[in-house]
């Protein structure tokens, strides 16, 4: 699903609100999940799931091309934990045929 989209959406449940209001809401919601991951934070939303950061440690690696051995530095990526419920509304549906 598009951010458009979403913001679609949240319009159509939410018409007391103007469109302005929410694409600012989402943007603070998207801001505030961005700025607590790279200070460390994990961030959980009940039902749905759990952000991470996880740390890709520095390591050497090959340049295929040119066999040229690099010192890659540490990085962070971004690991999701889905929740209980978000986990169980996915996997049972009345199309869901073995």
Request: no cysteine.
């Amino acid at each position: 699903m598009l951010r458009s989209e979403i913001l679609q959406k949240l319009h159509k449940k939410h018409k007391n609100l103007s469109e302005e209001d929410i694409e600012l809401l989402f943007n603070i919601f998207i801001k505030k999940i961005s700025s607590s991951l790279k200070k460390g934070k994990n961030i959980e939303i009940r039902g749905f799931g759990t952000f991470s950061r996880k740390i890709n440690k520095e390591k050497v690696v090959r340049n295929p091309k040119t066999n040229e051995r690099l010192l890659k530095k540490q990085s962070y990526k971004l690991h999701f934990k889905i929740g209980k419920i978000l986990h169980n509304k996915i996997n049972t549906s009345e199309k869901n045929v073995v």
